[in-house]
């Protein structure tokens, strides 16, 4: 199967995850996010990135242990199963389309004002228009959206810097139309405007180092937005009056021209153009990896997982998208906004539970480098506040998301439950509590494999050694005398001796001292008979193993067996070893680990320096 290319970067991702916030959310939203709040709107804004900052902790953590195509959707279907999945996956794809769908329509708008060209006829050549550019690559888009975007954060810049000298104070009275509760109900409605942060999700696949630029990216986009956000509503209420606000559909471009003339509009309608251009390119270039997720799942048709071998880009799954993107160009804008407000939302909700069923459920293999503060309380929260703002949308825009899940319930119904049947992690938790064993190693094994992929793993020869390994799970405590029969007459069979002479060999390499390198670990070291011979296994002793009074109670113990010859791989394999059982986590996995698969994979995943040829 060909692979998306990574080729983004940290400026990459935090200049696509702003350029997909800053368009519609600032260029067209503030006139009708006025009228229900009043002055006070700048803290309707301030008030969802605050939001928005808290829910993406769970995003970042998330992905950054399942850096695939499709974002939330692929670690929400590995967390509630793939009926909850297919529903997050499709809605996903809808509320990014139906967002794009947003940002094209102003650029027809823009287009419209200079030309009289029909609105929908422009924004349909548009639309084709990133259809084509996201076919031909990542790499070119993700550069053109940031040459983009920096030029308009520069026309910004100008905006707020000559007109927060400008703001009259008399326009912020009243502070509200209709009280404080106002300003709270105005943060579900503008908080598409921080769409873009799940957008981001959706290419962790191609990113550099994913584990790090991804909660870098996220976290530092969120909180400069945030404070953009807000200083430029700040300036747009100060210098326009109420009604001219209100009425507004270029309230950024008509606030402009009150203190920098038709100059100062002509700049503003040229920083929404440039706006509208990063979201839709973002948004095109993230929602089409949903269908390619679906399809690598089973839940689409296999021809949507297509990835040009030119470009490594799915172009089935573009192609459909910029489908969904034209049919959504004729819904009505403030429809658009709500339910991708709401669609938006429901994955922030998702995504705070999927990390509360992951802790709990002890996936020894989730392995995020960035971890969600304060759990559990942090993902309680943002649950809390979202069902809240969800419903506080009004019930079109609970319909609309119905009406969404109706139909992505309908494709995994008459489609996707007919697939192989997935691991998910909440399998995992109810084994855990009932203590009955549900589930196999299934999911165990694909996220050790993303692993691998997300840190750039090249296996050396002692991973493969580690794959062949005999692994033991006895009971304990126990004698060494007694530990040695037991592990001589396995280890007879590989190395070819009798079980005696394995325990001779056995007994006298302890003789000549302690194998016990730690109170946790032993490592026997040990020659054998013959050439390129090289054998390990590991033992795990839960009860302990008595070694020496030093250490009465070792857990863990590698034998490593190997002809005189292998006396350099001998020694890379005592170092790999060592390195691995250093780890800071090693000694609580291990004992907690739940079979030999798992103990295995432990030391796949430990972290070491490998000796490649």
Not at 156 to 181: A, C, D, M, R, W
Not at 561 to 578: I, M, V
Request: glycine content about 8%; some cysteine.
């Amino acid at each position: 199967m060909e692979k998306l290319k990574k080729e983004l970067n940290v400026f990459d991702v935090f200049s696509i995850a702003c350029g997909a916030m800053i368009s519609s959310g600032i260029f067209i939203l503030p006139g009708l996010a006025f009228g229900k709040t009043g002055p006070s709107v700048f803290l309707s804004y301030f008030f969802a990135g605050v939001i928005a900052l808290i829910g993406v902790f769970s995003i970042a953590e998330l992905t950054t242990a399942m850096p695939k195509a499709g974002g939330d959707y692929f670690y929400i279907t590995r967390t509630l199963g793939p009926l909850i999945g297919t529903i997050s996956g499709i809605l996903s794809w809808i509320a990014i389309s139906l967002k794009t769908a947003f940002a094209i329509f102003g650029i027809a708008g823009v287009i419209h004002y200079f030309t009289g060209w029909d609105i929908f006829a422009v924004g349909i050549i548009v639309t084709l228009f990133f259809v084509f550019l996201n076919s031909i690559g990542i790499g070119l888009a993700s550069r053109i959206d940031v040459i983009i975007f920096i030029i308009m954060l520069l026309l910004i810049f100008v905006y707020i810097f000559f007109g927060i000298t400008k703001v009259s104070i008399s326009h912020f009275e009243p502070f509200t139309y209709n009280g404080t509760n106002a300003i709270f109900s105005t943060v579900g409605f503008v908080f598409v405007s921080y769409g873009g942060l799940v957008k981001v999700a959706a290419l962790s696949e191609e990113m550099k180092n994913p584990q790090k630029t991804l909660p870098l990216a996220l976290i530092s986009s969120v909180i400069f937005i945030g404070f953009l956000y807000a200083l430029v509503m700040f300036v747009v209420v100060g210098t326009l009056t109420p009604e001219k606000l209100s009425s507004s559909f270029t309230p950024i471009a008509d606030s402009a021209s009150k203190f920098l003339g038709e100059p100062g509009y002509l700049l503003m309608i040229i920083a929404a153009m440039l706006a509208f251009i990063t979201t839709a390119i973002a948004g095109m270039m993230s929602a089409s990896r949903y269908p390619l997720a679906l399809s690598r799942d089973f839940l689409f048709p296999k021809i949507t997982a297509y990835i040009s071998k030119r470009f490594h880009t799915p172009l089935i799954s573009i192609y459909i998208t910029g489908a969904l993107i034209i049919g959504a160009l004729f819904l009505e804008l403030e429809m658009l906004a709500k339910a991708a407000s709401a669609i938006m939302m429901t994955t922030y909700l998702l995504s705070s539970l999927a990390v509360i069923i992951l802790r709990e459920s002890k996936i020894q293999n989730y392995r995020p480098t960035f971890r969600v503060p304060l759990y559990p309380y942090v993902p309680i929260f943002t649950i809390l506040v979202f069902g809240f703002l969800i419903v506080d949308l009004g019930l079109q825009a609970v319909e609309i998301s119905l009406f969404f899940v109706a139909f992505a319930f309908f494709v995994y119904f008459f489609y996707g439950r007919r697939t192989e049947k997935k691991e998910y992690a909440l399998l995992h938790l109810v084994a855990r509590i009932t203590s009955k064993e549900i589930t196999g190693d299934h999911l165990e094994d694909e996220l050790k494999n993303i692993l691998h992929e997300r840190d750039n793993v090249v296996l050396d020869r002692f991973d493969h050694l580690l794959k062949s390994a005999s692994i033991l799970d006895v009971e304990g405590p126990m004698a060494l005398k007694d530990f040695f029969s037991v592990v001589a007459d396995e280890l007879a069979l590989d190395i070819h001796l009798s079980s005696e002479e394995t325990y001779k060999l056995l007994e006298k390499r302890e003789k000549i001292g302690s194998t016990g390198i730690t109170p946790f670990v032993a490592i026997p070291h040990i020659i054998i008979p013959g050439t390129k011979t090289f054998h390990l296994m590991v033992v795990r002793c839960c009860g302990g193993i008595f070694f020496s009074k030093e250490n009465p109670k070792i857990k863990a113990i590698f034998f490593l067996l190997g002809s005189k010859d292998e006396r350099n791989f001998h020694l890379q394999a005592l170092a790999s070893t060592a390195q691995i059982v250093q780890g800071k986590m090693f000694e609580r996995r291990w004992v907690d680990a739940r079979n030999t698969n798992n103990l295995r994979d432990i030391l796949l995943l430990g972290e070491r320096k490998r000796f490649l040829a």
